[in-house]
């Protein structure tokens, strides 16, 4: 949870721009001047702050400065009800995020508020990226053949600036040979940007690959900056890219072979300096014949194609990657027994190496014995036995995910109408509660208007509960 503090003499913006950011589900201070405000800031770590401009004993301003050198990393938005343009240009030159004017517009406190953590998480992403550069090559754990394989591919791609398609299961780390391929190259030294395609909504793709000019929609109340120009000298890891829309894909088509982009409702042309690294879930090559996948990017991107194998096809590597989750974890001196060893090498890790390495954080918290034996394995790993095979199975897969979804048994029952509600109604209520029934949180993790999920919540009648 982001943590914001406000920094006002007047008790009545303190109070109304606290309940604007505690409704969105952030957690405020305040503070009545701004001695009393940096006072907080030696106590408490905070990831924002709305400083009033006119302040008793110490201005706006010369507290602005002291922030930036102190708390250099904390965004700051001034606030005055008094404003002017000098103002303004000397409280960005100071290191302001944003000039808002009072009385604040609700709809713009909440926007720049949204741009200011974004770009905080982005730099302390790329500081903690910067941190983990040795955590490329030799974090990828394994001998086995087909490991093997993938560090050898990962050599021969870091020695140029071709475009790389990593392909693999969820869960086989094609993210960490992303990482591999880039601080192991020419451009180590230069930003690695991610970006997760399947998390961005189509209507705002183009905003944040490219960057948009301010004005540029009805949001737009500054300029910003997009992952591709982020990425200048480096590298852009495009994961899941399967899952891009073709219109975003032309796009992305575009900006790769001409190295060349635009901002959203700009006019200048930004050349760009990228290696494209790209990563998917998907048969590609099936993904295109069904139409879903421009096959003219797919052969743009597929320059050195890497696949990692699934973990199953692999168990040889089970033994050292435990050891070394378990080591991360604390608990280095947990043993398997030889049988406990050989039943989780028969299992069929269906997450791969991410549910392995759960596997090991649950056996470090609930393990009582140094030694582990298969039917505490069983236990943790949530399976059933079954005399008749000798082996260990799931539950169904139908009865798991219908379990999950809090669908009835019956559901198949239901006309096509009554079924696609009842699944929408399931499917709304867990998003709501997984981001704290924040609206405007849930609406761009699912990909919607605002307004269309509180029509949706209207009509299903879904209890709103904190």
């Excluded at 559901?411 to 981001?435: P, Q, V």
Aim: glycine share 6%.
């Amino acid at each position: 949870m982001n943590t914001i503090l406000i920094i006002d003499d007047e008790s009545g913006i303190r109070t109304a721009l606290s309940s604007i950011l505690m409704d969105e589900g952030y957690r405020v201070e305040t503070a009545e001047d701004a001695l009393i405000g940096l006072s907080l800031l030696e106590q408490t770590s905070f990831d924002l702050i709305f400083l009033d401009v006119l302040l008793p004993r110490m201005g706006g301003l010369e507290a602005l400065e002291k922030i930036r050198t102190g708390w250099p990393n904390i965004e700051v938005i001034m606030i005055s009800g008094h404003a002017n343009v000098d103002m303004a240009v000397k409280a960005v030159k100071l290191g302001a995020f944003d000039f808002l004017e009072k009385p604040l517009s609700l709809d713009k406190v909440l926007t720049v508020t949204k741009n200011a953590l974004t770009i905080q998480k982005l730099r302390h992403e790329n500081i903690s990226l910067k941190k983990a550069k040795q955590l490329s090559y030799e974090e990828i754990i394994g001998h086995s053949p087909g490991i093997q394989a993938v560090k050898d591919r990962i050599e021969q791609a870091a020695q140029s600036d071709a475009r790389v398609l990593i392909s693999g299961e969820n869960g086989t780390g094609k993210e960490l040979v992303a990482r591999a391929i880039h601080f192991k190259s020419s451009r180590a030294d230069k930003p690695l940007v991610e970006v997760n395609c399947a998390a961005i909504p189509d209507t705002l793709i183009e905003s944040e690959l490219f960057g948009h000019e301010k004005g540029a929609f009805t949001d737009a109340v500054s300029s910003r900056k997009g992952r591709f120009e982020m990425a200048n000298g480096g590298s852009l890891f495009l994961d899941e890219i399967g899952d891009m829309t073709l219109t975003a894909q032309a796009k992305v088509l575009r900006a790769i072979q001409e190295q060349k982009i635009e901002r959203l409702g700009g006019e200048q042309t930004l050349t760009v300096d990228v290696r494209i690294i790209a990563a998917t879930n998907k048969d590609l090559e099936a993904e295109c014949r069904a139409g879903r996948f421009r096959e003219d990017l797919f052969f743009r991107l597929n320059v050195i194609p890497i696949h990692i194998p699934p973990l199953r096809e692999r168990t040889e590597d089970i033994p050292e990657l435990l050891q070394h989750f378990l080591q991360s974890f604390g608990s280095s001196n947990i043993k398997l027994s030889a049988e406990a060893m050989n039943f989780i090498s028969q299992y069929a890790w269906p997450g791969n190496v991410r549910e392995l390495k759960n596997f090991a954080e649950r056996l470090s918290i609930l393990c009582e014995t140094e030694t582990v034996e298969r039917d505490v394995v069983e236990n943790i790993l949530g399976m059933v036995s079954s005399t008749q095979s000798g082996k260990n199975i799931r539950k169904p897969a139908a009865e798991e995910s219908g379990a999950a979804a809090g669908l009835p048994s019956d559901i198949l029952e239901l006309n096509y109408n009554d079924a696609k509600d009842l699944f929408e109604k399931r499917y709304l209520e867990y998003k709501l509660s997984e981001n704290g029934y924040i609206i405007s949180r849930t609406a761009e993790v699912i990909g919607m208007y605002p307004s269309n999920l509180h029509a949706k919540i209207k009509k299903h009648g879904i209890r709103m509960e904190r």
